[in-house]
């Protein structure tokens, strides 16, 4: 059986973004900068659209997603280096390149270029952010810090495309979306200068090539049971549940695109309940059980959106499955956090995050082929219980031994 972290009297509840001014900092600069990220993709989507049609889309999504296969270089990076500096700079040099776009607006292949740039500025600030959070709050209170934590990603979704959509049909078009998401990197580089100053995670010393610290990281992720089980978990998650992604559309089709809205919306209401429940009920609990439920909430949202015979339960199926989709996020993130010791957490957040893009890739490969040979109500069928699959495997996975308990590491 799974089981939890030692037990450990929490102590009495704090309010995080009360009582942790360095905490309430991380978070706000975070929520700011996604919202502003959320709005530039969607506002670069719609011009590649008008400019260079599915192809330019298509182009831009790729360029996006590329530097994000390198997540354990970028773990290196904020394993070796201070991490305010890093975001603080990140921040800054993102500002630099959305502003370059929105003054210019280049041509296609420039335009790319500087989307792999942007694309690799995220990677390196995701783990460094997520890396913060287990040292500016206690074991016990990981779980609604990473539920706080995870609103921003949150907000990306919900916020940020309708408001870059709206942005970019005004008068000052594509320029004046970037123009907002500039600012947004702005204000949460002054936010983070509220955050304390803490030492790279490595000794100096200790520290060799890029490469070799990259390969240490994938042999501590190799040896280290919990930690694999996780990765792995994680890949085989994205497969199915992202197949949402390429089949939605279709799914709501009858309903037209307001139908397929109301739908997808329904998926970020749920992931913001969800963050916003646990922020009370995941204090020093384990981050396994909580995986396990929202796994299962995810499967059965998406076979409930298969066998739907109307609009309004797929909408009620999204809600259940961005509900999974979110406590997986905080379950993921603070089993990690648990389980890795700081000075090799950058590069296994980079692995974990390397490994729900390369499902994702799969994702939309596999859902592209499922939707033309069984149409997307047995896709999501389909889809679904190979999530309940993925649970099935987990749990008997972390089962008790000398490597297979997810206790917290040394820091």
Request: glycine share 12%.
């Amino acid at each position: 059986m799974v089981t939890s972290p030692p037990s450990v009297n929490p102590g009495p509840r704090t309010r995080l973004l009360r009582d942790s001014p360095g905490f309430r900092a991380l978070c706000v600069s975070r929520a700011v900068s996604c919202v502003g990220d959320g709005i530039t993709t969607a506002a670069l989507v719609l011009f590649a659209a008008a400019q260079h049609g599915p192809t330019g889309v298509s182009l831009l999504l790729v360029a996006n997603a590329l530097p994000r296969f390198g997540g354990p270089l970028a773990g290196v990076i904020v394993d070796r280096v201070q991490t305010r500096r890093l975001i603080i700079c990140c921040d800054l040099a993102s500002a630099a390149v959305i502003g370059l776009i929105a003054l210019t607006a280049p041509p296609l292949p420039a335009l790319l270029g500087l989307i792999v740039v942007a694309g690799a500025l995220s990677t390196l600030r995701g783990p460094a952010g997520r890396c913060l959070v287990p040292i500016l709050v206690s074991p016990t209170e990981r779980g609604p810090a990473n539920a706080l934590f995870g609103l921003g990603r949150t907000l990306q979704l919900v916020v940020g495309p309708g408001v870059g959509g709206l942005l970019s049909l005004g008068p000052g078009g594509m320029r004046a979306a970037l123009a907002v998401d500039v600012a947004t990197f702005v204000i949460a580089v002054a936010v983070l200068s509220r955050l304390p100053v803490f030492q790279p995670a490595r000794d100096p010393a200790a520290i060799t090539g890029v490469w070799a610290e990259a390969v240490a990281g994938m042999r501590h992720v190799a040896a280290n049971r919990p930690v694999r089980v996780l990765i792995l978990t994680m890949f085989a998650l994205v497969v199915f549940a992202t197949v949402d992604n390429v089949a939605l559309v279709f799914l709501t089709g009858a309903a037209g695109p307001a139908g397929y809205g109301l739908a997808a919306s329904a998926f970020g209401v749920g992931m913001a309940l969800t963050s916003l429940v646990c922020t009370r009920l995941v204090r020093g609990r384990s981050p396994v059980a909580l995986l396990a439920v929202a796994i299962a909430a995810t499967g059965v949202g998406m076979i409930l959106a298969g066998l739907a015979p109307a609009l309004v339960v797929v909408v009620v199926a999204q809600l259940i499955a961005g509900a999974g989709n979110a406590g997986e996020n905080i379950g993921f993130d603070t089993a990690v956090q648990n389980a890795v010791p700081r000075p090799l957490l950058g590069r296994v957040f980079g692995a974990l995050s390397t490994a729900a893009q390369l499902g994702s890739g799969v994702a939309y490969v596999a859902g592209d082929l499922l939707l033309d040979v069984v149409g997307p109500r047995v896709t999501f069928v389909l889809a679904g219980a190979g999530t309940l699959v993925v649970l099935l495997w987990l749990v008997p996975a972390l089962r008790t031994g000398p490597v297979g308990a997810l206790r917290v590491a040394p820091r």
